[in-house]
Nanobody
């Protein structure tokens, strides 16, 4: 069993930056491609980005490409989401998810999900 715990959310002004972390329990973290999703009030959960188990491959949604960067430290069982040039439309609860099947883009089929962390971007 793997538990995922997100942290780093908060309130930031538009144009600012935040770094989210997702730390996993267990010893097999590098087996999992790690993903970030977000869900704004009244909207469906959407894919933000993902990173392969080794960290060698990343994939981003068009809406965040060039602004967000995903990285991971397998020695610390942690994946990061660096968010720069934040916009009000980035306001959402951000979730991390682990997949043993490699990078996925869909919102289903993940082995584990975190509980989410709120990011609020003010104008």
């Amino acid at each position: 069993q793997v538990q995922l715990v997100e942290s780093g959310g908060g309130l930031v002004q538009a144009g600012g930056s935040l770094r989210l972390s997702c730390t996993a329990s267990g010893r097999t973290f590098s087996r999992y491609a790690m993903h970030w999703f977000r869900q704004a009030p009244g909207k469906e959960r959407e894919f933000v980005g993902a990173i392969s188990g080794s960290g060698g491959s990343t994939y981003y949604a068009e809406s965040v490409k060039g602004r967000f960067t995903i990285s991971r430290d397998n020695a610390k069982n942690t994946v990061y989401l660096q968010m720069n040039s934040l916009k009000t439309e980035d306001t959402a609860v951000y979730y991390c998810a682990a997949s043993s099947k490699g990078i996925l883009v869909v919102t289903r089929g993940y082995d584990y999900w975190g509980q989410g962390t709120q990011v609020t971007v003010s104008s």
